[in-house]
């Protein structure tokens, strides 16, 4: 079984209606990271969390907000969709001390027409 | 703060030929570095890292960067690349205790028959 597993794989939405990202891990780590990739940009952080209790925006929060559940459990969410949130979305996660190597999700593919 | 540089966009290269993919970065703290490779539709592998000792660091495909730290750069070679080395490759940095990893923008290497 994979370590970071990520639903929907894809997903498909008309702009305005909300919409939310789930991942979960079993590798026992604190830290977890939503990125986005679009061609051309690479991985751009949205939001990250270092423990239950802890939520830090990325560098492109706007639009989003996080959930963080449990230790393994960190979702994303769209309150309303626009179309350039289209994009493919990857959870990763990480120990708590260096060097912070991070575990990547196979990644969710939203489309928002 | 650290930021990554990937000077390449994409690398079109022969199959057997050598290739590299350059990487500079920025940080006034020492750092981890990082290859992750992407291959067509999949999630980040993490291809090697450098943490510390050695400046060559290799792969076991055959890939290696080498540290350098008076240039700031991990430039990522291989002398002789096979088709199934065609994906997407970013180079990323770690540094400080708290800091998620930076990435690169990506660089994307087509190996041609």
């Known amino acids: 079984d994979a370590d970071v597993t990520q639903t929907p794989r894809n997903r498909i939405t008309k702009t305005g209606k909300r919409i939310m990202l789930e991942c979960s891990q079993t590798k026992g780590h604190d830290r977890m990271y939503w990125y986005r990739q679009d061609p051309g940009l690479g991985l751009r952080l949205i939001y990250y969390?270092?423990?239950?209790?802890?939520?830090n925006k990325g560098e492109i929060s706007d639009g989003y907000s996080v959930s963080r559940q449990a230790q393994a459990k960190f979702s994303l969410s769209l309150e309303s969709a626009i179309p350039n949130q289209t994009a493919l979305y990857f959870c990763?996660?990480?120990?708590?001390?260096?060097?912070?190597?991070?575990?990547f999700g196979p990644g969710t593919r939203l489309t928002v027409l | 703060a650290q930021s990554v540089t990937q000077l390449d966009s994409q690398v079109p290269v022969f199959e057997e030929a050598p290739v590299e993919l350059r990487c500079n970065y920025s940080?006034?703290?020492?750092?981890?570095l990082f290859w992750y490779v992407q291959y067509p539709n999949q999630g980040l592998q993490l291809l090697l890292k450098?943490?510390?000792?050695?400046?060559l660091v290799e792969s076991i495909n055959g890939f290696e960067a080498e540290f350098n730290k008076s240039q700031t750069s991990f430039h990522l070679r291989k002398p002789s690349v096979h088709i199934s080395d065609t994906a997407e490759y970013f180079c990323?940095?770690?540094?400080?205790?708290?800091?998620?990893?930076?990435f690169g923008k990506g660089t994307r290497l087509s190996v041609i028959a």
């Open positions: 990763a996660t990480s120990g708590g001390g260096p060097p912070r190597e991070q575990f």
């Open positions: 990323a940095v770690s540094a400080g205790r708290d800091t998620p990893l930076v």
């Open positions: 969390s270092f423990d239950v209790k802890d939520i």
């Open positions: 940080s006034s703290v020492s750092v981890y």
């Open positions: 450098y943490l510390s000792g050695s400046t």
